[in-house]
């Protein structure tokens, strides 16, 4: 069992910068991928950005350039810097972590941060 709690959310004007924090407890060292989702009001939740246990990044198209993935193994934490902030940007963040526990894997959800990006 996996338990994240995410913070770093907040208000911000546009071209603004905010960085998120997610710290993950539990079975931490059985934790594969971690990442960050975000789900604005009507829409679906989309991913961000992912970061693999080696270190390995994946990131919405939308995002490439102003967002960056990292990772604190040691500290069980993953962080989202968020540059160039845009109205769009505007959602309800949410961390996730994954844990392969064969043949299946558990997902992980934290209860979300607010982003709000004014014009």
């Known amino acids: 069992q996996v338990t994240l709690v995410e913070s770093g959310g907040d208000l911000v004007q546009a071209g603004g910068s905010l960085r998120l924090s997610c710290q993950a407890s539990g079975s931490r060292s059985r934790i594969n991928v971690m990442g960050w989702y975000r789900q604005a009001p009507g829409n679906q939740r989309e991913l961000v950005a992912t970061i693999s246990k080696g270190g390995s990044t994946n990131y919405l198209d939308s995002v490439k350039g102003r967002f960056t993935i990292s990772r604190d193994n040691a500290k069980n934490t993953v962080y989202l810097q968020m540059n160039s902030l845009k109205p769009g940007d505007t959602a309800v963040y949410y961390c996730?972590?994954?844990?392969?526990?064969?043949?299946?894997?558990?997902?992980?959800w934290g209860q979300g941060t607010q982003v709000t990006v004014s014009s």
């Open positions: 996730y972590a994954d844990v392969i526990v064969l043949p299946r894997i558990d997902e992980y």
